[in-house]
């Protein structure tokens, strides 16, 4: 499996993003992707995650702005993002599970740069 995210840049705070997460190989195996973050100098945190039948789930701290969906046809993953505040400034990286037996994989994008200006 292979990520590539899209879409950061640069936007005033109160803006809006769409990040974009296009999955390619076996994307069938994928049972639940998500969108991580790691701001400078902090540890990489959970933002949003979803499942393959389309269970979300949020960090409180998104709630309410950000939105997590799947477009299992194009085998891409969206996040948008509303009411960004300069704390939302982050690498964002989009992750892939797969729930295989023995083991579980994990495969990561490289990430994209969001930076939210006051």
């Known amino acids: 499996v292979q990520l590539v995210e899209s879409g950061g840049g640069l936007v005033q705070a109160g803006g809006s993003l769409r990040l974009s997460c296009a999955a390619s190989?076996?994307?069938?195996?994928?049972?639940?992707m998500g969108w991580y973050r790691q701001a400078p100098g902090k540890q990489r945190e959970l933002v949003a995650v979803?499942?393959?039948?389309?269970?979300?789930n949020y960090a409180d701290s998104v709630k309410g702005r950000f939105t997590i969906s799947r477009d299992n046809a194009k085998n891409t993953m969206y996040l948008q993002m509303n009411s960004l505040k300069p704390q939302d400034t982050a690498v964002y990286y989009c992750?892939?599970?797969?729930?295989?037996?023995?083991?579980?994989?994990?495969?990561w994008g490289q990430g994209t740069q969001v930076t939210v200006s006051s």
């Open positions: 992750k892939a599970v797969v729930l295989g037996a023995p083991m579980i994989e994990e495969y």
């Open positions: 190989g076996s994307t069938f195996r994928i049972n639940v």
């Open positions: 979803i499942t393959s039948g389309g269970s979300t």
